[in-house]
């Protein structure tokens, strides 16, 4: 059950002017995001500076990617375990429709901009949903084995070059899930980047992107978490494979593995905090407290020195420098860059809350052939 959000603006306003005592809140905070190296930025930027400011344990978990089939689970049994959860904006809205993250009034519950300029207008568009609080643009995109590009073959610098495997032979690796892969197929079929979710809304246009995933199929190796195709990398097991922009600049620059990008079609995303509906007052006020501090201007762009997403809010951009420990300029290897961003995909977040169910069915119906 969702709470009002007059109760919500009272407790976060108790929370925030310090009348909630210490005796009000948990000393503890289960965290969950997605492992590997954004667990690791958020540790840096958000996780360490917090229990040292508070004294407080934060317990991290990894399940960012069962979500919403675990919240599901707590919610029918009655035992919410967790205390923050990061997920994808899409996930978010399912979350939030189904009452199961609360709501979030952003101008009562989270920080100001340094100038001033509330929550809302710092975060502007970004804002998506009743109960999710945006932390970093991100996108998914390709990388593939520099040294394993084919002598007197240009490296691959379109996304229809996945498809391609006379020119690009190897394996390939693509999550296991519909989301992006449909796009990418029917993109790589001829249909044009503005028709794409009017295409995929018909059974004949999830027919169509499935037969032509059908054309590469013996050549995928199927991921399920997002460090697996920067592990496939390294180790030279499929030559080109989908992932997430942050994982791929750490197998990169920080692994300094023969990888490089390939930027075509990215698909943009977002990613954020929701907090479970139906935590106890001590918790919720914790919970609270901690999302205050973690998407502050400098927090956010902190996240940036440690990977490369672009932070959520406007005023955090000019904050980003260089990595905190190459040494390196951000600013190119992040997803909205200009030189990265000539050709993307904006993820259609309302399309696939609306039909995410019935084509996953379908997706692993054709997996299963």
């Not at 959860?85 to 340094?114: F, N, Q, S, T, W």
Request: hydrophobic fraction near 40%; include cysteine.
């Amino acid at each position: 059950m969702k709470l009002t959000k007059t109760l919500l603006a009272t407790t976060a306003l108790t929370v925030v002017s310090g009348a909630a005592g210490a005796q009000d809140m948990a000393d503890k905070l289960t965290i969950v995001s997605w492992g590997g190296a954004y667990q690791k930025s958020q540790q840096n930027a958000y996780h360490e500076p917090y229990m040292e400011k508070t004294g407080i344990e934060i317990i991290n978990d990894d399940s960012s990617n069962e979500a919403v089939a675990k919240l599901r689970a707590m919610n029918e049994a009655g035992n919410i375990t967790w205390d923050v959860v990061d997920v994808v904006a899409a996930d978010a809205l399912r979350l939030c429709d189904e009452g199961l993250a609360m709501e979030i009034d952003p101008d009562e519950m989270l920080a100001a901009a340094p100038d001033g300029t509330p929550a809302s207008e710092d975060f502007g568009e970004l804002l998506v949903g009743d109960c999710f609080i945006p932390q970093i643009v991100y996108s998914t995109t390709f990388g593939y084995r520099t040294d394993m590009v084919p002598e007197g073959v240009d490296a691959p610098d379109d996304v229809c070059d996945v498809f391609d495997t006379e020119t690009y032979p190897g394996k390939r690796s693509l999550e296991k899930r519909p989301v992006f892969n449909m796009e990418w197929a029917l993109y790589c079929d001829g249909v044009a980047k503005d028709e794409i979710y009017d295409v995929l809304a018909t059974e004949e246009g999830q027919d169509r992107a499935l037969a032509k995933l059908d054309t590469i199929k013996d050549d995928v190796i199927w991921w399920s978490a997002g460090a697996d195709t920067p592990q496939l990398l390294a180790d030279g097991e499929v030559f080109i494979g989908s992932t997430y922009n942050g994982r791929l600049f750490s197998v990169i620059e920080e692994q300094d593995q023969p990888v490089a990008m390939l930027w075509d079609m990215q698909v943009f995303d977002l990613d954020g905090w929701i907090i479970p509906a139906g935590l106890p007052e001590d918790r919720l006020n914790r919970a609270l407290d901690y999302i205050m501090f973690a998407t502050d201007t400098q927090r956010l762009a902190d996240q940036a020195k440690y990977i490369s997403y672009g932070p959520a809010r406007k005023s955090s951009a000019p904050l980003v420098g260089q990595h905190a420990e190459l040494g390196i300029d951000m600013a190119p290897h992040m997803p909205t860059d200009p030189e990265n961003a000539k050709n993307t995909l904006l993820y259609n977040y309302e399309f696939w809350a609306d039909y995410r169910d019935d084509i996953d069915a379908k997706f692993q119906a054709w997996l299963a052939q």
